[in-house]
C-alpha cells in the first residue's frame, strides 16, 4: 500500500484515503496506486511552487480530478462516465422514520433519565422549569438531560449507523444490529 508523501502538509496528507476512495472508483486495478501516488506528487510540487488554494478539499480534488483525466488520456481510451448515484431517499421521511424508533428506545433507559427527556424533549418544558417540577438543581438537571441524550444516541448508534448533514439533521441509515 502506497502513503502519501511525507513532504506533503498534514492538511493534504489528511485527505490520502478520500482520494484513494475517489481514485479507486474511477480507476482500476493497480492502476489506481498509481494515479494516487501521482496526485499526491502533482499536489506536492504545486505547493512547493507556492500555490495557496483558499479551499483545500475542493482543490485537492480538482487535482485529482485532473490527474485521473491525465491517465485516461494517456492510457487512450476516455474516462469511465461517472456512476449514476443512487436515488435520493427523502431526507425528511428517513428523519421521520428513524424518529418514530425513539419511543422504543427511550423505554430501555433507566426512569430517571426517562423522564428527563420526556419533560424537556416530548412536554417542551425548559431544563429551569422541568428541575424544579422535579426538586432538582437547575444545573443537576442538566446533567441528566446530557446524560440521558448520550444514552439514547448510544442506543441508537448500536442499532444503525447514522448518516447526519452538516447541521446534525438525519439523511441516511444502515441498520446493523437487531432494532
Do not use: N
Not at 430517571?112 to 422535579?134: F, H, K, N, P
Request: hydrophobic share 40%; aromatic share 6%.
Amino acid at each position: 500500500m502506497i502513503e502519501p508523501p511525507a513532504a506533503a502538509p498534514d492538511a493534504v496528507a489528511a485527505l490520502y484515503g478520500d482520494v484513494r476512495g475517489y481514485v479507486r472508483k474511477r480507476v482500476a486495478g493497480c492502476d489506481a496506486d498509481d494515479v494516487t501516488q501521482d496526485v499526491f506528487e502533482r499536489l506536492h510540487r504545486r505547493l512547493a511552487d507556492g500555490e495557496r488554494p483558499r479551499h483545500l478539499r475542493g482543490w485537492v480534488f480538482a487535482v485529482t480530478r485532473s490527474v485521473v483525466a491525465d491517465h485516461f488520456r494517456r492510457a487512450g481510451r476516455a474516462a469511465p462516465p461517472p456512476e449514476p448515484e443512487a436515488p435520493a431517499r427523502d431526507a425528511e421521511a428517513i428523519e421521520h422514520e428513524v424518529a418514530s424508533w425513539l419511543p422504543v428506545m427511550l423505554e430501555t433507559l433507566p426512569p430517571a433519565d426517562r423522564e428527563a427527556l420526556r419533560l424537556v424533549e416530548i412536554e417542551g418544558l425548559s431544563q429551569v422549569e422541568a428541575a424544579r417540577r422535579l426538586g432538582l438543581s437547575p444545573s443537576g438537571f442538566r446533567t441528566r438531560v446530557q446524560r440521558a441524550r448520550a444514552r439514547l444516541r448510544a442506543t441508537l448508534e448500536a442499532c444503525c449507523a447514522i448518516d447526519r448533514d452538516r447541521r446534525g439533521g438525519v439523511v441516511d441509515y444502515r441498520c446493523e444490529g437487531g432494532c
